[in-house]
């Protein structure tokens, strides 16, 4: 290799920034061999290199960066066996290592080029076992991610399940209940379609069986009758009479059956819905939920047995009222359920 060529590698290398040629490596040897590098002291460069490799203890980019600055310096001091050498052993470790044409003279990376040509078969080899290598990392990450998020999930999990307590609820029932008639005995078992059903059903007939009662009444009538041969305080005695008019015969017939029919039809639900009441009647329910335990206060220490519950609502118990209230004929009574 001339001196004219050599002192254009030099001046090339010299105003080249120093982080152009490779990555900064964490050995203080390696950065130390590249400002020798760029100092043109290539014989050191290259005993000091093949030595730092020799020791090991590198990883892949030191090795990488060790390599060319060997290659380089043999190659600049025309040893090219040497420089073959190692940058072969760098290709091997990145098969598609390429130089800089505008940081490195032209005839090392020519060189370099050659050597990839001689390489083509192994280099090929190489990118492949690289490729493997490479898929089978990224594998074994998303493997080890997919661990880590189970083992997160079960975690929260396990927090979530420590955080629950078992609540044990029992609802007492009154037995009485079931002799209540529009579904009292099926709102108190918890089964409201049912006793919906009752009281839609028992009311309707009981509204009719009312409104039947006050339909017939009013088609009587009221008139005085004089009794002969019977004297009162004031000469003369009658009598009122309740009666119908034989020209309301079919109504009165109509509202009759009407209001006997509604009321054994009332009285027949009801009988029903007593049945079913007690067939179903259980003295004491028993329930359990699961509830969530509200975290400790940072301000005030609890102990480890102290739970704090959310307040359940409670199932409104049926209550059933009697009510009397005059009326223009006599006394009327009236009976009110709240569920």
Known sequence: MSRRFAFISLWLVLWTPAGSLAQEAGDPEVAALRASFEYGKYAEVLDRAGARIDRGGLNEDELVELHKLAGLAAFNLGRTEEASRHLRALLRLDPDFSLDPFVVPPPAVTFLESIKDDMTNELEFLRQERRLRQEREKAEAERRERERMEAEVLRRRAEELASQVNVRTVEKRNFLVN???????????????????????????????IISYFAYESLFEERPLELDNVLDEDGKASITIRYIPTNRERQRDTWQLLKLASAAGFYTIYALGVVDALYHHEDQVVRTSVETRDPPSSNAPRSESSVSRPPRATAPRPTARLGLYPTSGGLGAGLTLSF
């Open 179 to 209: 002799f209540v008639p529009f579904g009292a005995g099926q709102f108190q078992q918890g089964r409201n379609s049912l006793g919906i059903v009752f009281a839609a059903t028992e009311g309707v007939l009981a509204v009719t069986s």
